[in-house]
């Protein structure tokens, strides 16, 4: 998982996501140079399949991430984000891909999907060593998704880390807060090109 750094935040992105994103978009980009070669007409109407793609590209594999500030978790997902306080985490998951449990219910990131279960048994066994209690399930043993070497797991160990202390020093006792929202924009881009590729590709 790709780390982004400011003053009070940290910023998680899917490191194997990045690199499909860019070979994906690369893709899109050769295509649309290809139909330099063209007709302006076929310029015009194919040109729409490719910019298409390669937004689908940046919207699945670029775009999401897990922002970790001191006073809340961003969970910024396809369509969606979650913003979260820290009173509002009880528990933290990594089966299937980070999931933060919430009295409104469970917030899974797209960002940080878990590692397959052939990829936990490669895994060395020092990974575990230094992770936060809380990453345990029992008799010492951690999921997959837990370990550093994934992308689940590196998000979990930042998230744990800093929710461990403030459990730890009774920081967790404000009202919890969890405010989910449509990124209209996203949608509208998604549609109104996705029309446009489906009008090129009938053309």
Request: a positive charge; aromatic letters at 12%.
């Amino acid at each position: 998982m790709c780390e982004t750094k400011s003053m009070n935040s940290q910023q998680l992105r899917s490191r194997s996501g990045k690199i499909m994103a860019i070979v994906a978009i690369a893709f899109a980009a050769i295509g649309v140079f290809a139909l330099t070669t063209e007709p302006m007409t076929v310029l015009l109407t194919k040109f729409w399949i490719y910019l298409w793609f390669g937004y689908l590209a940046w919207l699945l594999f670029w775009n999401p991430s897990v922002r970790v500030g001191e006073s809340e978790v961003v969970v910024d997902n396809i369509f969606r984000t979650t913003t979260l306080n820290w009173s509002s985490i009880r528990r933290i998951d990594t089966k299937y891909s980070l999931a933060l449990e919430t009295p409104n219910g469970i917030v899974r990131a797209w960002a940080a999907p878990a590692p397959s279960r052939y990829a936990g048994f490669l895994a060395n066994r020092t990974e575990a060593e230094h992770l936060p209690e809380s990453s345990f399930i029992g008799h010492g043993m951690v999921r997959p998704g837990d370990l550093t070497s994934s992308d689940s797991g590196v998000a979990a160990y930042v998230i744990r880390r800093h929710w461990e202390k403030l459990r730890d020093t009774s920081h967790l006792n404000e009202n919890p807060r969890v405010v989910t929202r449509w990124v209209v924009a996203r949608l509208i881009a998604f549609v109104v090109l996705g029309v446009a590729a489906l009008l090129g590709f009938i053309s």
